[in-house]
T-cell receptor, first 114, second 114 residues
Framework: DQQVKQNSPSLSVQEGRISILNCDYT??????FLWYKKYPAEGPTFLIS?????DKNEDGRFTVFLNKSAKHLSLHIVPSQPGDSAVYFC?????????????FGKGTKLTVNP | DSGVTQTPKHLITATGQRVTLRCSPR?????VYWYQQSLDQGLQFLIQ???????AKGNILERFSAQQFPDLHSELNLSSLELGDSALYFC?????????????FGPGTRLTVL
């Protein structure tokens, strides 16, 4: 049962353009969301997060938007750079069932072409 | 470099065997998490230890076990290995016990079961 879904396995964009990575969730109890970035042969690294009390959080070229009614969030990268080519994971803490854990989507592989 | 170390980087073994994966958390971090990433899957949470005690459990098979030692390093033991256990195993650490804390990931151990 996938509580966090990233329906696009891959995305390709041109350098300088906007990259939009999408994430949907099914659990309305989720109140915090994180994006992690992963390069090949490395572990994921934290990128940006958003609390459900906000609908937008910005950090430099990275902005995350949250639409609670649609249970949807998106990560915008503007402008995209070749070094942004990586796999991006959306995640949320699941606090139900008496055991708190981070649940991840399957990831979207972003390729930024020079 | 996240500060989290994992050994070995690669492990090739046969079905039915037992292996041990080792993780050293960042200095000062008390929580250690273990994740499994199979082909085309997101990161699946296995188990969390906080300051030596089991804190949360995910979809960890009974053939798998883990522990955290007094020096806070952790080991994940996988026994009676099956072909389907072939995956990347990541360790992560964080300062606190909550999954809302940023987690820092190691580079992973790639396990291949032949």
């Amino acid at each position: 049962d996938q509580q966090v879904k990233q329906n696009s396995p891959s995305l390709s964009v041109q350098e300088g353009r906007i990259s939009i990575l999408n994430c949907d969730y099914t659990n309305s109890m989720f109140d915090y969301f994180l994006w992690y970035k992963k390069y090949p042969a490395e572990g994921p690294t934290f990128l940006i997060s958003i609390s459900s009390i906000k609908d937008k959080n910005e950090d430099g070229r990275f902005t995350v938007f949250l639409n609670k009614s649609a249970k949807h969030l998106s990560l915008h990268i503007v402008p995209s750079q070749p070094g942004d080519s990586a796999v991006y994971f959306c995640a949320a803490p699941d606090t139900q069932g008496g055991s708190e854990k981070l649940v991840f989507g399957k990831g979207t592989k972003l390729t930024v072409n020079p | 470099d996240s500060g989290v170390t994992q050994t070995p980087k690669h492990l090739i073994t046969a079905t039915g065997q037992r292996v041990t994966l080792r993780c050293s958390p960042r200095s000062g971090d008390l929580s250690v998490y273990w994740y499994q990433q199979s082909l085309d899957q997101g990161l699946q949470f296995l188990i969390q230890y906080y300051n030596g005690e089991e804190r949360a459990k995910g979809n960890i098979l009974e053939r798998f076990s883990a522990q955290q030692f007094p020096d806070l390093h952790s080991e994940l033991n996988l026994s009676s290995l099956e072909l389907g256990d072939s995956a990347l195993y990541f360790c992560a650490s964080s300062v606190g016990a909550s999954s809302y804390n940023e987690q820092f990931f190691g580079p992973g151990t790639r396990l291949t079961v032949l």
